[in-house]
């Protein structure tokens, strides 16, 4: 289960942040490996604060735990001729690391693996950059010799994602009174991207519109609703409407009931619970505007079937040789990349999957 990951507790920002800084692919930087580690310090004091008023940490490594236990105990029912499974988590800036995970995996002998990312909707940026980690470690053995394995990369409109994310909104509405709820407007948010990723024709932001399709469309359209982004860093370029500037601007038009709907997340984080649940919905009630955010996927009983939904469809596909061991994004290299492992890993997944 690949994810960016966040620090489980507050004096493990600084290396997240690092690491973070130091991923050309997510954050391309001149001088990287020198600028990382100065922009890294500089950010810790006031991220590490941002995790304090979280609770002391992220709880996302907690979720995706439970995430990928459950699912490998139904993924034994519904899929019995691969069974048992064992679900791992590989993040790319936080503890266990890739590195950590795969020795982990060779020491438990494992001959056939899926790289499941939990990012629903693919971007060069962050489902190619846990890849390309994914792809280092397997070039230099990390994982054992003779591992098969195979890829899910993206299922941004799978049904049960798409009712997981349904329910959440419905109990989030049912918190404003009856009369009111139908002008209630959802706003979607999802992690932006620099426009210099954008323009190059990265599919994040096509796939997460499409997510946001399918959930209105699962909602009969009952609502206004409007996908904006959040968490833009630096003072480059990036997709807009930031969340904030969008409830502001529906306070002065007079809309002052909102739904916040994180769309692109598996499970609570920081951006959900500082960025959203502190920042966002504070500004927003100086506005007037009463806010309610759509519960994270955490725990749902039918998120976590979908991913074993989607990880038994995979199997028996490939299995049956349905499927081949990658999408067909892997085999392309990334419009205006320059990281010669994303042109490679369909190479070495079909090597390593024969």
């Excluded at 890294?40 to 609770?55: C, H, L, M, N, S």
Aim: charged share 20%; glycine share 8%.
């Amino acid at each position: 289960m690949l994810n960016m990951g966040g620090p489980s507790t507050v004096p493990e920002t600084h290396d997240f942040l690092k690491n973070l800084f130091s991923d050309g692919d997510l954050i391309p930087l001149p001088f990287q490996s020198i600028l990382a580690p100065i922009i890294a310090r500089r950010r810790t004091p006031q991220i590490e604060k941002q995790y304090e008023d979280i609770g002391g940490g992220s709880p996302i490594l907690k979720y995706t735990k439970i995430q990928g236990e459950r699912m490998a105990a139904l993924l034994d029912e519904l899929h019995p001729a691969t069974a048992p499974h064992k679900a791992y988590v590989a993040f790319r800036y936080a503890r266990p690391l890739t590195d950590e995970t795969a020795r982990e995996m060779k020491a438990d002998g494992v001959k056939r693996a899926v790289a499941f990312t939990q990012y629903p909707q693919y971007s060069c940026s962050t489902t190619g950059s846990s890849l390309n980690e994914l792809y280092r470690k397997g070039k230099t053995g990390d994982f054992g010799d003779g591992v098969e394995w195979s890829v899910i990369d993206r299922w941004g409109t799978h049904s049960g994602f798409i009712e997981a994310v349904a329910q959440n909104i419905e109990r989030a509405l049912e918190k404003f009174p009856a009369e009111h709820r139908s002008d209630v407007v959802l706003l979607f948010s999802a992690h932006s991207l620099p426009m210099s990723v954008v323009n190059r024709g990265d599919p994040y932001i096509l796939e997460v519109s499409a997510s946001v399709n399918a959930v209105m469309d699962r909602l009969g359209h009952a609502n206004p609703y409007r996908l904006v982004w959040q968490s833009q860093v630096g003072p480059s370029a990036w997709m807009g409407m930031q969340t904030g500037e969008a409830l502001k601007g529906l306070a002065r038009l007079g809309r002052k009931r909102v739904v916040l709907v994180p769309i692109a997340f598996t499970s609570d984080h920081i951006e959900t619970l500082y960025e959203l649940d502190l920042e966002y919905a504070k500004e927003a009630r100086e506005h007037g505007v009463e806010v309610h955010r759509a519960e994270s996927l955490n725990e749902s009983p039918v998120f976590i079937r979908a991913l074993a939904d989607l990880a038994a469809a995979h199997l028996k596909n490939h299995s049956g040789g349905k499927i081949g061991p990658t999408s067909v994004q892997l085999g392309l290299r990334c419009p205006g990349c320059t990281n010669a492992t994303c042109g490679a890993q369909k190479a070495w997944f079909a090597r390593a999957g024969r």
